[in-house]
């Protein structure tokens, strides 16, 4: 029963835009959707829970939470409501001993990844050191033609997964519901990385950090 009903609030908008087809923004119609559908921040961290979702949906401990928190979610009224109630349970998540067991080794995260669709001219790289038992260290650096951009942060971990927000971003001071996120996804040995559109506030024209990345095995 408690399986169900979480599904119904899943069918009903609030799993990703990016990742879950039950979500069409075009057809999004309360406040809570309506406000992720309008917010990359809002919109990458619900593609991220979504997937934590697929990996401890099973998990009845999970589902009393989540059921719990959805309840608490869809009282906010304001981006900065929305961003703060995600990343709370986001922490809380990657905290408890549940999505501890699902963590796995860091280890298959660590090293230096290149995007598979690196020119001569222009492409990106991103390099993994562990930094404890729910997150590691990055830094992504890219170019373009003669134009170049580099993000480096500490991302969370939940199983393949990992993300990270930029709630301290200079550039973006004005704006404190508006932030660079990035998702990270290991499967078949590659590693899934997307940014929102913010993140381009640390590249100049062309630059680009979202991609496809392969471990690089030669030596550096």
């Known amino acids: 029963m408690l399986k169900k009903m979480l599904l119904c609030y899943l069918s009903m ?18 406040p809570v959707e309506k406000m992720i559908c309008a917010n990359s921040t809002l919109s990458g961290m619900d593609d991220y829970m979504n ?31 929305l961003i703060e109630s995600y990343q709370s349970h986001l922490r809380d998540i990657s905290k408890t001993k549940y999505a501890a067991n699902i963590s796995g080794n860091l280890s298959t995260f660590n090293g230096h990844w290149l995007d598979t669709n690196s020119k001569q001219t222009s492409g990106s790289t ?51 519901t508006a932030s660079c996120t990035l998702m990270f996804e290991l499967k078949n040995k590659k590693i899934k990385l997307i940014s929102n559109k913010l993140c381009s506030n ?19």
């Open 202 to 220: 640390y590249g100049r024209n062309g630059v680009r950090f979202s991609g496809e990345y392969i471990k690089n095995t030669k030596s550096i």
């Open 51 to 81: 997937l934590i979702y697929s990996q401890l949906k099973t998990n009845r401990a999970f589902q009393n939470e989540q059921l719990s928190w959805l309840k608490q979610r869809n009282t906010c009224a304001s981006d900065s409501c």
């Open 13 to 30: 908008g609030l799993c990703s835009s990016g990742y879950a087809a039950s979500f069409n923004c075009h057809k999004a119609s309360t």
């Open 126 to 176: 991103l390099t993994i050191s562990k930094a404890n038992t729910q997150q590691f260290n990055f830094l992504i650096r890219a170019n373009a033609g003669g134009n170049t951009g580099e993000i480096e942060g500490q991302a969370n971990v939940i199983g393949t997964l990992a993300f990270f927000s930029d709630d301290n971003n200079e550039t973006l001071s004005d704006s404190p």
